[in-house]
T-cell receptor, first 109, second 115 residues
Framework: RKEVEQDPGPFNVPEGATVAFNCTYS??????FFWYRQDCRKEPKLLMS???SGNEDGRFTAQLNRASQYISLLIRDSKLSDSATYLCVVTRGGFKTIFGAGTRLFVKA | DAGVTQSPTHLIKTRGQHVTLRCSPISGHKSVSWYQQVLGQGPQFIFQYYEKEERGRGNFPDRFSARQFPNYSSELNVNALLLGDSALYLCASSRGLAGTTDTQYFGPGTRLTVL
């Protein structure tokens, strides 16, 4: 079993839709949590950090449930430009960063 | 400010050869991490260097090695290349240790093809 698992995708949604991505992690010693976005053949870029209290940045909302070892990302009012791969990222031990395999999102006009 | 830079952008090698990839972090960043990303997968952690010392290593064979220089730039070396080493190699820099809340900023990567 992989240490960080994500919905396999791909997700195909129309513009304006709300889409949710889920991620689970297996190591309870995990310390910090992030969502990164990666466009085709480009490098990953930080989308947002994830906190237990939840955090929101415009149309994007991230949640962390430490008890269930679960992280989520909600995108409201999807835009064509949201089409990308979304990577769930977990860090632990002060040095180790573990990426999920990513969930591909296609937003259609 | 310039972002993370990597060189070369593309590289083609044959099995058994050796390769050196280079990374320059963002000015003021002291940590450099290396990742391997094969098609369809997320990046896999290879090494982290902080203040010129190795601070973490992922599950990669000894054919993979790295170092960090006094100016915080870094090299990743891979010996005895295998076909399975074909991947995008990403470098990321951060101010402090990458396994904390510090944001990692990625370079554009080096795409290595082993024939």
């Amino acid at each position: 079993r992989k240490e960080v698992e994500q919905d396999p995708g791909p997700f195909n949604v129309p513009e304006g839709a709300t889409v949710a991505f889920n991620c689970t992690y297996s190591n309870s010693a995990s310390q910090s949590f992030f969502w990164y976005r990666q466009d085709c053949r480009k490098e990953p870029k930080l989308l947002m950090s994830v906190y237990s209290s939840g955090n929101e940045d415009g149309r994007f909302t991230a949640q962390l449930n430490r008890a269930s070892q679960y992280i989520s990302l909600l995108i409201r009012d999807s835009k064509l430009s949201d089409s990308a791969t979304y990577l769930c990222v977990v860090t632990r031990g002060g040095f180790k960063t573990i990426f999920g395999a990513g969930t591909r999102l296609f937003v259609k006009a | 400010d310039a972002g993370v830079t990597q060189s070369p952008t593309h590289l083609i090698k044959t099995r058994g050869q050796h390769v050196t990839l280079r990374c320059s972090p963002i000015s003021g960043h002291k940590s450099v991490s290396w990742y391997q990303q094969v098609l369809g997968q997320g990046p896999q952690f290879i090494f982290q260097y902080y203040e010129k010392e190795e601070r973490g290593r992922g599950n990669f064979p000894d054919r993979f090695s790295a170092r960090q220089f006094p100016n915080y730039s870094s090299e990743l070396n891979v010996n005895a290349l295998l076909l399975g080493d074909s991947a995008l190699y990403l470098c990321a820099s951060s101010r402090g240790l990458a396994g904390t809340t510090d944001t990692q900023y990625f370079g554009p990567g080096t795409r290595l093809t082993v024939l």
